[in-house]
């Protein structure tokens, strides 16, 4: 481990829906956190991406830091969801097809547990 060409990609969700998967790096596993109360940010002892390539996405489309195209967009399901980071991920490993090799997990919590079946399936 602790080889980010090899390490395996970790696939991110926060829950929600509507709730940023940017709390999740900034709050829970990545490599720095900005406490509840604290208006400073310092490093997290142990960071996920430290064994892992993590991805976090924002789901659905319009939460966090993601946009839409058109308003129509913003209409979605669970299964609209999972198509849209199916997508997203494809459009990841053609940017960096040198992590095509490695292991994928998906992984997430509150109703990112609800995104993550739908994007394994």
Not at 99 to 105: I, S
Request: charged share 20%; hydrophobic share 35%.
């Amino acid at each position: 481990m602790d080889s980010p060409s090899t390490d395996p990609i970790v696939i991110w969700f926060n829950g929600g829906p509507g709730c940023s998967s940017m709390l999740g790096m900034m709050q829970e596993l990545g490599p720095i956190v900005n406490n509840d109360g604290e208006s400073f940010f310092e490093t997290n002892p142990h960071p996920w991406n430290e064994r892992a390539n993590v991805l976090f996405l924002e789901s659905p489309a319009g939460v966090g830091w993601s946009t839409a195209g058109e308003d129509y967009d913003l209409d979605t399901n669970d299964m609209v969801q999972s198509e849209d980071a199916i997508k997203a991920l494809r459009h990841w490993f053609k940017k960096f097809p040198e992590y095509l090799p490695n292991d994928v997990f998906v992984s997430g919590e509150s109703y990112g547990g609800i995104y993550v079946p739908y994007m394994a399936w």
